[in-house]
């Protein structure tokens, strides 16, 4: 990974609000500016990003016949070691390449608990009920069918032990290429990444922050119990419903 991604530091939270408000009237207008102005902000959070596929129409633009995550992957095989938190970098992506998506790598900075989005909107309520911390969240095809509707949180990362052997790989979990085997929680950590908000997706359909990255990354154990048992409750609730249970994509 880049080496000018590091770790969240406190002081960015009021750095990267300033980025926030900044020239909003302006990148209304703009939505190129206001894309970048979101990147740039999620880079000075130090997530490391990477540029990503986009759609075209509901196809990927990769091109690959029967891509299995179309507009969600990264557009080189070296995403790890090239995504980066570089302002300059960045900047040249977003005006170099105005189509394309971006994807955050995980397990470094961050993590991301990733569940369906009822799932999510359901757990999302209980935790701030419970004056619990939940930092930056993201929904992801919300306005599609239910099957590919997700809720991102995105918290800490469980650490960088010095021993490698204490890694807990994103394999023992889901890895992106094989999403579609896990509908339930997915907790992406090192070798893994999410598309970072905003994203375009096949059909029309869209990533978008619903939490600001301006806020603090929680220890996702202090969200996880409530992000499982509202996924418990979900599957259950779609165990025989074969549209809701599906795997995504479908068949397009």
């Known amino acids: 990974m880049g080496s000018e991604s590091g770790r969240f530091k ?7 609000s300033q980025w926030l408000r900044r020239g909003q009237k302006s990148s209304a207008e ?3 500016r206001e894309r970048e102005r979101m990147l740039l902000a999620a880079a000075a959070a130090g ?7 986009h759609p075209v129409g509901y196809r990927c633009s990769c091109e690959r ?18 995504s980066t938190t570089d302002r300059a970098q960045i900047e040249r992506w977003a005006r170099n390449q105005p ?34 911390a939940v930092g930056p969240v993201a929904e992801s095809g919300a ?3 239910a099957a590919q509707a997700r809720m991102l949180f995105f918290t800490a990362t469980r650490g960088t032990p010095e021993d ?6 994103c394999e023992l979990d889901c ?36 939490r600001g990255i301006e806020l603090t990354l929680p220890d996702p154990l202090t969200l996880l119990e409530t992000l499982t048992d509202a996924c418990a409750l979900y599957a259950g609730a779609t165990d025989h419903d074969p549209v809701a249970a599906a795997a995504w994509p479908l068949s397009h």
């Open 175 to 210: 890895h992106p290429e094989t999403m579609d085997e896990h509908p339930g929680l997915r907790w992406h950590c090192r070798g893994s990444y999410v598309l970072l908000p905003p994203a375009a997706l096949p059909g029309e359909l869209s990533v978008r922050w619903v």
């Open 65 to 82: 016949i029967g891509c299995p995550t179309p507009a969600r992957h990264p557009l080189s095989f070296a995403w790890q070691t090239q």
């Open 99 to 132: 189509q394309a998506n971006f994807i955050t790598a995980t397990g470094m900075v961050h993590d991301v608990l990733d569940v369906p989005l009822e799932a999510g909107r359901d757990a999302l309520d209980r935790l701030l009920a419970a004056g619990i």
């Open 30 to 32: 703009d939505p190129g």
């Open 143 to 145: 306005d599609g069918p």
């Open 47 to 53: 997530l490391p990003i990477a540029p990503a596929a």
């Open 164 to 169: 490698e052997d204490e890694w807990w790989p």
């Open 10 to 16: 406190r002081g960015a939270q009021s750095r990267i």
